[in-house]
């Protein structure tokens, strides 16, 4: 079973930068696609960007295109969210979740998750 570890959450003032890491447990070449997805309180869980682990294809939220980029390391086994020229509105817990291709911003339909982490951005 996949094991997702979210890292790199913290608390930034507007137009910093932060790199979220997600690491797997075990290779992701077993599930294609990882997604980073975030929620505020009171709002529903968005999805941020997604990479596919195999084609290193993304892509992203029209609210983060430009400002935020997904990657992956050599090994397959970890996958960062550097977030540029952050907003207040950027603040959410940030969770990373891995599934099979095809799933988009559907959060109901990603199997794995990890814990989350909190990124807070103040003006």
């Known amino acids: 079973q996949v094991q997702l570890v979210e890292t790199g959450g913290g608390s930034v003032q507007t137009g910093g930068s932060l790199r979220l890491s997600c690491a797997a447990s075990e290779s992701l070449f077993s599930t294609n696609c990882v997604a980073w997805f975030r929620q505020a309180p009171g709002k529903e869980r968005e999805g941020v960007a997604i990479?596919?682990?195999?084609?290193?294809?993304?892509a992203y939220a029209a609210s983060v295109t430009g400002r935020f980029t997904i990657s992956q390391n050599g090994a397959k086994n970890t996958i960062y969210l550097q977030m540029n020229s952050l907003k207040p509105e950027d603040t959410a817990m940030y969770y990373c979740?891995?599934?099979?291709?095809?799933?988009?911003?559907?959060?109901?339909?990603?199997?794995?998750w990890g814990q989350g982490t909190q990124v807070t951005v103040s003006s």
């Open positions: 990479i596919n682990t195999l084609s290193s294809g993304t």
């Open positions: 979740a891995a599934d099979r291709c095809g799933l988009g911003f559907d959060p109901t339909k990603y199997v794995y």
